[in-house]
């Protein structure tokens, strides 16, 4: 009756209506645990990123949760730090807790993987963001970082950048991986060397930033262009070249994500910034689609890349990419 289904159990509207103004006066509210014993669903949705104090997933995280809520779901958020051990747990947690369905920006450990396609086996409602991982057979919602990071290449070429390096993302992690074979593609493409002591794979950190751009600064041949793996990264390489002073200030970047000093630089910069908005809507769409019983195979959602380019001026130009990775 509380649940409105009065009408169809033959209640009468009267009596129906006494026993809400009740509830309401005595402060009821629904046990959610017996309603889902009886529904076999919480309409309770999980999400596991790595970093919510990245603003790529602080931002994904909030549009999956205010998409959730219209929805009806309550949303359960989690971050790994891109630790596969407590990834594995709280993906481990959350299916106890329970929840309807998850999404997950998947580590690279080997167990998480297998905790993940164990899942999807099952069939449970699963969806990864920003990261494929081979052989998992489920929806997924991500953007064509390769195409991008080839086009950034392009861009520091058009310049007149002819040594270009690469603070890399972690070794096993798709996003990195795409990132690292575009960045390859652009090279080939521009008629320029991949030279293996300017690229550096490390975390998506400051911290790995600072190192690989100090190493790459202490090289025979310096880089006369930088492109970071994602805007943490970026963060150390800029620090590197402001406090090295005019001996790079010729060194142009180009990153991932949303930057929004890269306006203000001292330098050129390019900034390919993924929807991250349209990432988490997207995300929760396709969840609560397979969690309300939509059948089919998996799916995938490619979203577009914006290249914006900036100049030490007022200049800056915006461009679209798109396609299969």
């Known amino acids: 009756m509380l649940a409105g289904r009065a009408r169809a159990g033959r209640i009468a509207a009267a009596t129906a209506g006494r026993v809400r103004a009740a509830a309401r006066r005595l402060g009821y509210r629904p046990n959610l645990l017996a309603r889902s014993l009886r529904t076999r669903r919480t309409r309770t949705l999980g999400l596991v990123v790595t970093d919510l104090a990245n603003p790529f997933f602080a931002t994904i995280a909030g549009a999956v949760e205010a998409a959730a809520s219209a929805a009806g779901y309550t949303l359960i958020i989690a971050a790994s730090g891109e630790d596969p ?3 594995l747990k709280y993906l481990r947690e959350l299916q106890t807790r329970p929840t309807d369905g998850l999404m997950v920006a998947p580590t690279a450990g080997g167990e998480v993987r297998a905790e993940l396609k164990k899942l999807a086996a099952s069939g449970f409602p699963l969806v990864t963001i920003d990261r494929r991982v081979r052989g998992l057979e489920c929806d997924r919602v991500v953007c064509d970082g390769r195409r991008a990071a080839g086009e950034l290449v392009r861009w520091l070429a058009g310049l ?79 620090e590197v070249l402001a406090e090295a002073g005019p001996a790079a200030r010729h060194i142009a970047v180009a990153g991932f994500d949303g930057v929004p000093y890269a306006a203000f630089l001292s330098r050129p910069a390019a900034v390919a910034e993924q929807p991250e908005e349209e990432i988490g809507r997207a995300a929760a769409r396709l969840l609560i689609e397979r969690v309300e019983g939509r059948p089919g195979p998996p799916r995938e959602a490619l979203l577009p890349v914006t290249i914006r380019t900036f100049s030490p001026g007022p200049a800056e130009s915006p461009g679209k990419i798109r396609g299969g990775a």
């Open 85 to 87: 051990g407590r990834e």
């Open 160 to 238: 007149g950048c002819r040594r270009l390096a690469l603070a890399g993302g972690p070794a096993g992690v798709w996003t990195a991986e795409e990132r690292l074979a575009g960045f390859r593609e652009g090279l080939r493409r521009s008629g320029l060397a991949f030279a293996r002591g300017l690229f550096r794979a490390g975390a998506f950190a400051a911290g790995h930033g600072r190192a690989a751009t100090a190493g790459f600064l202490r090289s025979e041949r310096p880089p006369d262009g930088i492109v970071a793996a994602n805007n943490r990264i970026l963060a150390g390489v800029l």
